[in-house]
């Protein structure tokens, strides 16, 4: 049974550690055993970075999570047991390598050592997707022969940047984006041939060209170089097209999880209008139109909204309609026109909201806001201001997304 406040008390003073916390709190609810896949196992991940916790068993990973999580939303309700995965390895289903050159100018590709642009080589990451670290592998194998040398950062020299891959979870998909410093890529046919020889399973490959010095990954320039130049994958019994650049959750399993949550808290009846912020390529907003009366989906980014039209389309969804515009803008143009808004939809940056936003919002009233989270230390910020403009927190939940990072994905829903 879970314990009294007196006992949770009692436990946290006396230094109990978090994660015996946690297996009282859900003896009850018969939370299996996850292995720990990372544990010991990874060679760079001192200069990594990325998985902060790679040494931590997953149990003691979830407690401490839920611990931080819980310690956050205290003074605005009690969470419900962390969401967490039954299997936390190979999940990101999206890859991205750097590539360069060691001191042999022999071809490496890896990621960024953490706070630097020095290269960690990798040929596998116990996080990221198995085929799309072999399609990496293979195409570092290809450059020697075809006379491809990778970029250098301080010389400008060099073609192939990055390379981007993205798998479709439930479609087995796979797209692969070659990033240049460049646009003229020498033999590129016979390349895409070799690759495919490979690796058949590929069903895409795009050249993305970057000649800009900066450190974002994909330029504005793209050229299909071999199938449609996007991928399909199925979430929540729907179709969803990706593009090289469109937002798409990078743990399909646990995104399942935390839409469902999202729509069990909305409590859609078929009868509401409801808007998507954020939206994206549509895909929060396109599930929640199954179950309400219209949707309206509000992004700034003119590819996402051309993506999640597309999205529309492709799944026959006609109570949906996407608008290029800031989200905040929006609300206050629908709040001044006298329009009426049942339900919210949020799932801002990790910088969380803007204030602007939020007052645009506290001024059209929504009866409920669900607001997804990547965040939590933004999220109390704008949840304190949400209930100052009259919401209160109903339930709130942590989505473990990113295993063996310290990164948590959380819903929360408020009400007037």
């Not at 009426?340 to 990790?350: S, T």
Request: net charge positive; glycine share 8%; with cysteine.
């Amino acid at each position: 049974m879970p314990m009294n406040g007196k006992a949770k008390r009692e436990t946290m003073q006396n230094n109990t550690p978090e994660r015996e916390y946690l297996k009282r709190e859900n003896a009850a609810r018969k939370i299996p055993k996850r292995p720990a896949p990372g544990k010991g196992k990874c060679p760079v991940a001192s200069k990594c970075g990325g998985c902060q916790w790679i040494e931590k068993g997953y149990e003691e990973q979830l407690a401490a999570k839920a611990a931080k999580f819980r310690r956050l939303m205290e003074p605005y309700c009690r969470p419900e047991p962390i969401i967490g995965m039954d299997q936390p390895a190979h999940y990101r289903n999206k890859v991205h390598a750097v590539f360069g050159e060691d001191r042999q100018h022999n071809a490496i590709s890896g990621i960024y050592e953490e706070k630097s642009h020095r290269i960690v080589p990798v040929d596998s990451c116990l996080i990221e997707n198995q085929k799309a670290d072999a399609i990496i592998v293979s195409i570092r194998g290809l450059l020697k022969s075809f006379k491809i040398r990778p970029y250098d950062e301080d010389t400008g020299r060099g073609l192939l940047r990055h390379v981007l891959v993205r798998v479709g979870h439930a479609t087995g998909q796979i797209m692969v984006v070659l990033v240049l410093g460049y646009p003229m890529m020498p033999s590129k046919n016979n390349f895409v041939k070799a690759l495919l020889k490979l690796h058949p399973e590929i069903t895409t490959m795009v050249i993305n060209v970057n000649d800009k010095n900066t450190s974002m990954i994909l330029g504005d320039r793209e050229q299909v170089i071999y199938g449609k130049g996007y991928i399909e994958d199925e979430l929540c019994g729907m179709t969803f097209r990706i593009s090289p650049k469109s937002f798409y959750q990078v743990n399909p399993v646990q995104t399942q999880k935390l839409y469902e949550k999202a729509m069990e808290y909305a409590q859609l009846t078929g009868r509401e209008t409801v808007m998507d912020a954020y939206c994206g390529t549509g895909t929060i907003g396109m599930i929640a139109s199954r179950q309400a009366d219209k949707v309206l989906g509000v992004e700034l980014n003119k590819d996402a909204v051309r993506d999640a039209i597309a999205n529309a389309k492709c799944n026959g969804i006609q109570n949906v309609r996407f608008y290029q515009k800031d989200a905040g803008a929006f609300l206050l143009e629908m709040a001044d026109a006298g329009a009426h808004l049942d339900v919210l939809l949020m799932d801002p940056p990790r910088s969380g909201s803007s204030e602007a936003f939020l007052n645009a919002a506290a001024k059209i009233r929504p009866k409920r806001i669900v607001y997804i989270s990547c965040n939590p230390d933004t999220l109390v910020v704008d949840l304190g201001l949400l209930v100052k403009k009259g919401y209160k927190t109903l339930k709130c939940v942590a989505v473990d997304m990113f295993p063996y990072t310290d990164a948590i994905e959380a819903v929360v829903v408020l009400s007037l």
